[in-house]
């Protein structure tokens, strides 16, 4: 009867509550209100992404699963209750130098998550704070490290080392920091002054660049068009010289042709019986057809003695040509040697 009074009694303080109080972290505008630890009741049931610590007798028990759980009571007592859940922390705002001495103001979110609800109660007094204060110095370090066109440039990478900082010192407090993202990055007027200057600078050293590579292009294919004009123009000026060249020669090969043919026309008449005496008698008509021609073409002219007797001229003519023809004859007359002539006295073989 004693047990059921003792319990009867424990169930109906059970339906009090713990006034919660705010306990100021970081600085007075950040606030976290800590959690109300409940009552000893015998029968407990522990929410969902929580662990609560319990102590028997001012030591360290065990510590209590989401679901139902029985404690003794006045022995047994909720010491700690730490939330499984992610943690988003604000970062107050900081001053730190770079590695170029320019003072920056910088904030960033820290996300974090109890690993160990025993090392998280015990390792540390208050876990939140210490990694509050680990990243806010670590932040500090790595900026040190880094000049301020870095800062902004490797914002990813600052991160990235800043989480391993951290991880490393908060492995002892049961705490595993997810991820820290910097919010703000401000610099002072004069610097962002002569930033703003830089970039403008730089921006017209593109402009400028990129202007002189037109120019340059432009100018390249200018002479290239010419060169491929150039080329272009000479190879048909080639092509055009191979072609009058090769009409020339067409025209000289057919010119010899004909010559050729009417020179060989020629002897075969003058073979002929009397062709001697018809080629004298062309030559003197071609010479007093030659001769009426002088007084057109010059107006000095050598006339010879005989000038007013044509006739007799071009007989005069057509008789040296006539001798000169009749001497040439005779001496192409072939001799034969004597040594042909005795083997044409020989009898020929009679035919089989």
């Known amino acids: 009867e004693i047990y059921w009074a003792i319990c009867a009694t424990l169930c109906s303080h059970s339906q009090r509550t713990v006034p919660t109080l705010p306990v100021l972290w970081a600085t007075q505008a950040q606030q976290r209100w800590a959690s109300s630890l409940p009552m000893n009741t015998v029968v407990l049931f522990v929410p969902q992404q929580e662990s609560w610590v319990v102590e028997r007798m001012g030591r360290f028990h065990r510590i209590l699963e989401p679901g139902l759980n029985f404690l003794i009571p006045i022995l047994d007592k909720i010491r700690y209750v730490q939330s499984l859940k992610e943690i988003v922390i604000d970062v107050p705002e900081q001053s730190a130098v770079s590695l170029d001495n320019v003072t920056l103001q910088i904030d960033g979110v820290l996300y974090l998550r109890i690993l160990d609800p025993f090392k998280a109660s015990y390792g540390v007094e208050d876990p939140e704070y210490a990694v509050t204060q680990l990243a806010q110095t670590t932040m500090r370090s790595e900026l040190g490290k880094l000049t301020l066109d870095k800062v902004f440039r490797e914002r990813e990478t600052l991160n990235t080392n800043i989480v391993h900082s951290i991880n490393q010192a ?183």
Not at 172 to 181: F, N, P, T, V
Not at 217 to 230: L, P, S, T
Not at 247 to 262: C, D, F, I, T
Not at 326 to 349: F, L, N
Request: proline share 4%; glycine share 4%.
């Open 170 to 352: 908060s492995d002892a407090w049961g705490i595993r920091c997810l991820r820290y993202e910097i919010k703000d990055i401000h610099v002072p007027p004069r610097v962002k002054e002569s930033m703003q200057m830089q970039v403008e600078a730089e921006r017209k050293k593109r402009a400028t660049v990129l202007e002189s590579e037109g120019h340059k292009e432009a100018a390249i294919n200018v002479a290239e068009g010419r060169k491929q004009a150039q080329i272009l123009a000479s190879e048909g000026q080639k092509a055009e010289q191979i072609n009058n060249a090769a009409g020339e020669a067409n025209a000289v090969l057919a010119k010899a042709e004909a010559k050729a043919k009417a020179i060989r026309l020629l002897s075969e008449a003058l073979a002929e019986q009397n062709g001697n005496a018809a080629a004298s008698l062309s030559v003197a008509e071609q010479y007093v057809s030659a001769f009426s021609k002088l007084a057109k073409e010059s107006n000095t002219i050598l006339l010879p003695s005989n000038s007013g007797d044509m006739s007799g001229m071009a007989m005069a003519i057509y008789g040296s040509l006539a001798k000169q023809s009749s001497k040439k004859i005779e001496c192409v007359t072939p001799v034969t040697p004597e040594w042909a002539m005795e083997k044409s006295e020989d009898p020929a073989p009679p035919a089989q």
